[in-house]
């Protein structure tokens, strides 16, 4: 994001990283040309470039954050939408239980916005936390440490998931042998667990997409996140003909990060890096921390060659208590068996350091409760 301008009168090069800099304390004392020197700068259209998935939460998500980052920073942004090999394909495929999701077959929804990001497409890059992979998938990263997360946005939204119904309400009010549209092998265990006679249907692309499937009469129902909704206004239209009703924590925990939109930015981008911490949020990053640390280890330590279904949630504090929780999931792609683990972190002890511990001795709890055979009949090495 840094840009150079030479002054009028002495040709001195000026490095320009922000408009609020101004830079006065390099060049505008040494040259007498003030004014001159100051409309040069403001003629430069310095400009932050934000990418995201075109899709129409990745750019409500994109305009939040760029609301949020003109209101600190008088510098202009740009948002470019970059198509995610996830979106491009919204097909609806009907598989058995045994045949594996998204996560599995590798469906990208990151990818082109890394590659964007590190060859300088774009500055920052705007993700839902969840789409990013676990840090040994993560491939842009894999020789070296090309991007970072810089920021973890405010408010966190509710991290549950939600049934997306024309007719039920919960999970338990689907007819015997109902149709539930979800791409998420962590929601595909989850419910087969509680219900194992649905039929489940991964439907991949946007919320549109999805939400057109249901409207077909395709499925009785869709796992959706509260918060992709939420931003989208779709829990809030009166006029809305579909119910929407979370799925308790309990029934179906969600996935690491989500609820919460993370910033990426490059690791060698020192200026961006310091815009960013100045609007991260601290609770958000020690659940992130928490949760992104519990399935980096349950992904790199298992000795399974696929991914598992694993989910996760840090939760602050409620009122009047000292102790942030975690629960955290393993399961079998079926349902057959599922895993939980549970741990606390007193406030005294919130900070990134504690919170990459407890995600690790978590993860390490839960994956000695599996032994080495827990997914052997289905993730072979």
Not at 167 to 178: C, F, H, R, T
Not at 320 to 333: H, S
């Amino acid at each position: 994001m840094n840009l150079h301008v030479a002054c009028a009168r002495c040709q001195m090069q000026i490095a320009i990283v922000s408009i609020s800099d101004l830079v006065l304390q390099i060049c505008i004392m040494k040259c007498p040309n003030n004014n001159l020197a100051l409309l040069l700068i403001l003629n430069c259209g310095l400009s932050l470039r934000i990418g995201t998935r075109s899709s129409k939460l990745a750019q409500t998500q994109a305009r939040q954050f760029q609301e949020l980052f003109k209101q600190q920073h008088n510098i202009n942004t740009e948002i470019v939408p970059i198509d995610a090999l996830g979106d491009k394909t919204g097909v609806v495929d009907k598989t058995s239980t045994q045949n594996l999701p998204l996560a599995i077959q590798g469906v990208d929804f990151t990818g082109a916005l890394d590659e964007a990001l590190a060859d300088g497409v774009v500055d920052v890059v705007v993700h839902s936390l969840k789409d990013i992979p676990p840090d040994n998938r993560w491939r842009i990263n894999v020789d070296e440490s090309k991007i970072m997360i810089g920021a973890y946005l405010r408010p966190r939204e509710n991290p549950l998931d939600v049934l997306v119904s024309k007719e039920y309400q919960s999970i338990q009010s689907l007819p015997i042998g109902a149709t539930v549209g979800s791409a998420s092998i962590r929601r595909q265990a989850q419910l087969l667990a509680c219900r194992p006679d649905l039929e489940i249907m991964n439907i991949r692309g946007n919320i549109d997409a999805r939400l057109a499937a249901l409207e077909r009469g395709e499925v009785d129902g869709l796992i959706l996140a509260f918060a992709g909704l939420n931003r989208l206004g779709i829990l809030l239209d009166d006029n809305t003909k579909y119910k929407c009703n979370p799925i308790p924590a309990d029934v179906l925990l969600p996935g690491a990060g989500q609820g919460i939109v993370a910033i990426t930015c490059r690791t060698d981008d020192a200026k961006t890096i310091s815009f960013l911490q100045e609007i991260d949020n601290h609770d958000n990053r020690i659940a992130a921390t928490t949760e992104r640390s519990f399935l980096d280890s349950v992904d790199h330590l298992s000795p399974w060659s696929g991914r598992p279904p694993v989910a996760a949630l840090m939760s602050p504090p409620a009122i009047g208590d000292e102790f942030w929780n975690f629960r955290g999931l393993l399961a079998t792609p079926d349902g057959s068996r599922v895993l939980t683990v549970n741990e606390t972190m007193h406030c005294s002890h919130c900070n990134e350091v504690d919170a990459l511990k407890l995600g690790r001795e978590a993860a390490t709890n839960l994956l000695k409760q599996a032994g080495d055979h827990f997914l052997e009949d289905y993730y072979k090495q």
